[in-house]
């Protein structure tokens, strides 16, 4: 900055960096609004040029007619998918931080039982959820050990590595100064984890409401106490294709709160202290 008559002025180029901020902050809501607005409109106008009957492709307005005029029916659904959503997320944070610890206070306990979170991992749901049928009685139960099992392994598998990521020159300081297991675990590699363990969280929430809706067509599960997919599935056999639509978007919008609110509660975790939440300097 340069001082003339009493006042500041930036140098060409802090200007131009303090622009192309500004502009960055702004296209960073701007262009997806815009890109989104554009491709209704041509949803419309491809249904209005084409004579598409709503049947087929309904037009943007009649999905937003529907979803209100269905309101009730879709959002008690929604309730239903979300309920499943959560507590298999909470599960999954539960089980998936247990065992990371675990493995990461014995090579050999990981060693032993990886390989099998792995195979769950690998395993598509559909393949497994005959056998759960089998064995589970509980509507509700099958589902959440579905959504469970896909939501799971991003948990284990990023709060793992967090937790073997720790500095080394940084171990061997705590054990020279006399740092119990816990001492490590509490103070040096639970901290270290955090950055791992909230980006497998981000990955584990949209997970675990694909796997509720996955589980809940695989099951079948019909009745007023069924979740959206359930709605989808009886759209389609109806050929209610605006409410299947409304259904569809009610499942994307929540993804993406999902996505957000995961993604602020991480920004507000370690915006103080890791890099990967600092502003960085251009």
Known sequence: MTAIDGTLKLDPEEARRVRQERFERIG??????????????LWDR???????????????????????????LLFSALLVTLR??????LLAVVGGVGL?????????????????????????IVAIFPLINIYVDNQTTKLLLCAWIVAFFPILSNTTLGLNSVDRNLRDLFKLNGATRWQQLRYLRLPAAMP?????????GGLSLIGA??????????????????????????????????????????????????????????????????????
């Open 28 to 41: 960073r809501w701007v262009l997806p609004l815009a890109i989104m607005i554009l491709a209704i409109w």
């Open 46 to 72: 491809i249904c209005v040029w084409n004579e598409i009957p709503q049947y087929i492709l309904p037009r943007p307005g009649v999905v937003l007619t529907t979803l209100y005029n269905d309101a009730g």
């Open 84 to 89: 499943i959503t959560f507590l298999s997320l």
């Open 100 to 124: 990371a610890v675990l493995f990461a206070q014995s090579k050999w306990v990981e060693m032993s039982f990886f390989p099998f979170a792995i195979v769950l991992q690998v395993t598509p």
């Open 196 to 204: 791992y363990f909230l980006g497998g969280l981000k990955i584990a």
């Open 213 to 282: 809706v996955v589980a809940e067509f695989v099951a079948g599960a019909t009745g007023q106490s069924s979740g959206l997919a359930s709605r989808i599935i009886e759209a389609g056999y109806r050929l209610n294709a605006p409410r299947l639509f409304a259904a569809l978007f009610l499942i994307s919008l929540t993804g993406i709160l999902i996505f957000l609110v995961l993604s602020l509660i991480s920004h507000l975790i370690l915006r103080r202290w890791h890099e990967s939440a600092l502003k960085q300097e251009r």
